[in-house]
């Protein structure tokens, strides 16, 4: 099974993304959602900050029939990340866990740290972003008080 290299790739120290656009049917079939893949790299005491997602926004979702004859394709969507990300923070991932997967551990892995991240922290205090920040913008920062 895939995810089981993912595990044994992490813990040989490299690092894995996993996939947020998902159909129910590859849920059903027994795809692990990627809330639940995320608490068993944490359960097995493995290294979280070497862990991202992705949509893989716009990428192919084939379907078939209990056959196995296609019946068509759904897009994969962007929208899913944050869609994960909220249901990470629902099943019990701390916060600031279930963010880095789209934020500092993405920047750190693909050294991107030069980019206004910092050691993996938000520049300004009490601030969650979407998105990591480039040049003097920021793309759609939201502004949460804890």
């Not at 990627?34 to 192919?60: F, N, P």
């Amino acid at each position: 099974m895939v995810f089981d290299d993912g595990i044994e790739y992490l813990k040989m120290g490299g690092s894995v993304d996993f996939t947020t656009s998902t159909t129910p049917q590859f849920l059903e079939e027994g795809e692990i959602a990627c809330w639940d893949a995320v608490k068993e790299v944490m359960d097995r005491g493995l290294d979280v900050s070497k862990v991202t997602l992705s949509s893989d926004g716009q990428g192919s979702l084939p379907l078939f029939d209990e056959k196995g004859n296609f019946r068509g394709v759904e897009l994969g969507r962007v929208t899913s990340v944050y869609e994960t990300v909220r249901k990470c923070i629902e099943n019990n991932i701390p916060t600031e866990t279930a963010i880095s997967l789209v934020t500092s551990n993405p920047a750190t892995i693909y050294a991107l740290t030069g980019k206004r991240i910092f050691n993996g922290r938000c520049r300004r205090r009490r601030c969650i972003s979407k998105f990591l920040k480039y040049g003097d913008r920021y793309s759609d920062c939201q502004r949460t008080d804890f």
